[in-house]
């Protein structure tokens, strides 16, 4: 009898540590259990629908002021300072002729200037003293204003054999060399002001058909040897004449050139702007928005839906959606769907409304996300 009962009591025993086992916190909680059973749901916030279009276009830098120098008069090059990307100030020389020939011929017309003047002066004399006749006085006064006229010409050669600068810039091209006979009106160097600088992009002729340049606005640039800074520009000119390959208008931006940076002609650019919807009262409304591509799917039906996912975690809602035309960053949603929701953009088709989901955390992947 005293050996069944310490059996018994031996049997007591381990069942008890048996549920000491089972009820030891290191068991896992009921709370942790149901939540390895919520599906993580990747998703997007719907965003309202602005009355206007942020369009995003390509662009290259060219000078604001640009020209091409050159001499008026023929000769050969004695000085030249171009050297291309150097600094110039407006009236400096930028290259000089031989003036030799030239200053000769200005000295000759200017003595012949002289004596006309003498007889000039004489004959007039005599002219109101009656000693000479009218016609003398005439032949007189023809002859020294062609002497003056002829030496303003020889003054004004002498002077065009100096190529100045006609404003602040810089030198973008030389494109002879010292010593060269020069023909008058032949390219010497390429002077460009980049204190100001355009930005030349290519619109659409939709664009420029509703509206043109006054649809654009908030225009902002960033260079891309900049970097990620954005600036303030406005439309200077735009050209009525399509590209024959493109079909494309060319729109001119102006703005004035960062400071801490040096920006030439030829970089390239991306130009931000806001494009005024055509026809906003017909085709807009407040409670439109903007979802992704991928967070619609096609029902049975033929119409469209969306999952609409709790911020926490609960139940997927299936909505039906009116949906709009694609945007480069979406597609527009025109009813069924309110700004601030958020809808799931994977696996649609694997959803269902009895399914407890919670939308994924940024970076993360499978069940841990």
């Given at each position: 009898m005293t050996k069944n009962?310490?059996?018994?009591?031996?049997a007591v025993a381990v069942l008890g540590l048996i549920a000491i086992r089972v009820c030891s916190p290191t068991s896992p909680k009921a709370e942790d259990r149901n939540e390895s059973l919520v599906r993580p749901i990747p998703t997007a916030v719907a965003q309202p629908l602005a009355a206007v279009l942020v369009r995003e276009f390509p662009g290259r830098v060219r000078a604001t002021r640009r020209v091409?120098?050159?001499?008026?008069?023929?000769?050969?090059?004695?000085?030249?300072?171009?050297?291309?990307?150097r600094k110039v100030k407006k009236g400096e020389v930028i290259a000089r002729l031989d003036d030799?020939?030239?200053?000769?011929?200005?000295?000759a017309a200017k003595a012949s200037y002289a004596d006309a003047k003498r007889n000039f002066d004489r004959t007039k004399v005599l002219r109101e003293k009656k000693v000479v006749p009218e016609a003398d006085f005439d032949s007189a006064t023809a002859a020294y204003d062609m002497a003056k006229a002829d030496m303003k010409i020889r003054e004004k050669a002498l002077e065009d054999t100096v190529l100045l600068a006609p404003f602040d810039g810089i030198i973008a091209t030389r494109l002879v060399e010292n010593h060269e006979h020069i023909q008058a009106k032949q390219t010497i160097v390429s002077i460009q002001?980049?204190?100001?600088?355009?930005?030349i992009l290519q619109v659409p002729e939709r664009l420029v058909a509703h509206g043109g340049a006054k649809s654009l606005s908030n225009i902002n640039v960033r260079l891309d040897a900049d970097g990620g800074r954005w600036f303030k520009a406005s439309v200077q000119?735009?050209?009525?004449?399509?590209?024959?390959?493109t079909r494309t208008y060319e729109l001119i931006l102006s703005m004035d050139a960062p400071k801490d940076i040096s920006i030439f002609p030829g970089m390239t650019a991306n130009v931000k702007a806001e494009v005024i919807r055509h026809n906003p009262?017909?085709?807009?409304?407040?409670?439109?928005?903007?979802v992704p591509a991928?967070?619609?799917?096609?029902?049975d039906d033929g119409g469209f839906y969306v999952w609409v996912i709790e911020e926490k975690e609960g139940h997927p809602k299936r909505a039906k959606v009116e949906v709009g035309a694609p945007r480069d960053n979406g597609i527009e949603i025109r009813s069924g769907l309110k700004a601030g929701d958020r809808v799931a953009i994977a696996g649609l088709n694997s959803l269902d409304e009895t399914m407890l989901v919670r939308p994924m955390r940024d970076g993360g992947e499978g069940l841990d996300g």
């Open positions: 009962r310490y059996i018994i009591l031996g091409n120098l050159a001499f008026s008069v023929n000769g050969q090059l004695k000085e030249l300072n171009a050297l291309e990307g030799r020939d030239y200053r000769n011929s200005f000295d002001d980049i204190s100001c600088i355009e930005v000119e735009f050209s009525v004449q399509a590209d024959p390959v009262v017909k085709d807009w409304n407040a409670s439109m928005t903007i991928n967070a619609v799917a096609t029902g």
